[in-house]
C-alpha cells in the first residue's frame, strides 16, 4: 500500500497558509470573520498479515458525519467536524481545536478486497479494516491429445 503521495506543491501550501494566516487574525483555525478551515486528521496504516488497517484520529466527529468511499482503487475518507459554540456570556481565551471539512485519500494495492472493507468508531478513532484478497496460486493447464 503506497502511505504517502507525492505533492510537489505541499510546501507551497504551506507557506501560503502561514502568510495568509498574518493579516486574518487566525486564532487557532478559526479566522477572524468566523469562517472554520478545512483540516486532515493524523492517520496510522498497518500492514497486517491478512489485511490493511488505517486509523484516523477523529475525536468529536459524530459517526454520521463520516463519509467512506472506495472507487477505481482510491479509499476516500471525508467528513465534518462541526464548530463548537462558545458558552453564552464565557470568555473565549484560545481556540486551537480544528473544525470544518476533512479529506483523506489512500491508494489502495490490487491485493486488496474492496467489497470486504470495514469501518467502526469508538473513542474518537475510525478504524478501516481492508481485508486482502486470497493470494491466487499458479496452475498447470494439461494439453489433451486430439
Known amino acids: 500500500m503506497r502511505i504517502s503521495s507525492f505533492e510537489p506543491w505541499a ?28 483540516w486532515k486528521p493524523a492517520v ?41 459554540e462558545p458558552v453564552e456570556n464565557a470568555g ?9 471539512r476533512f479529506d483523506r485519500k489512500f491508494n489502495l494495492p490490487e491485493t486488496a478486497d474492496a467489497d470486504a472493507i470495514t469501518a467502526r468508531s469508538g473513542n474518537g478513532i475510525l478504524e478501516i479494516g481492508i481485508p486482502k484478497l486470497a493470494e491466487v496460486q499458479p496452475r498447470r493447464i ?5
Not at 53 to 73: C, F, Q, R, S, T
Not at 92 to 100: K, M, T
Not at 142 to 146: D, I, K, L, R, S
Open 92 to 100: 473565549v481565551a484560545r481556540i486551537e481545536r480544528a473544525s470544518g
Open 142 to 146: 494439461t494439453v489433451e491429445a486430439a
Open 44 to 84: 496510522d496504516v498497518v500492514e497486517e498479515t491478512d489485511r490493511f488497517v488505517i486509523h484516523a484520529d477523529l475525536p468529536g466527529v459524530d459517526p454520521k458525519d463520516i463519509e467512506i468511499n472506495m472507487e477505481k482503487g482510491v479509499l476516500s475518507l471525508s467528513g465534518e467536524r462541526h464548530k463548537t
Open 11 to 38: 510546501i507551497v501550501d504551506l507557506m501560503h497558509s502561514d502568510i495568509s494566516g498574518i493579516p486574518s487574525r487566525q486564532v487557532g483555525n478559526t479566522i477572524a470573520d468566523g469562517r472554520t478551515i478545512n
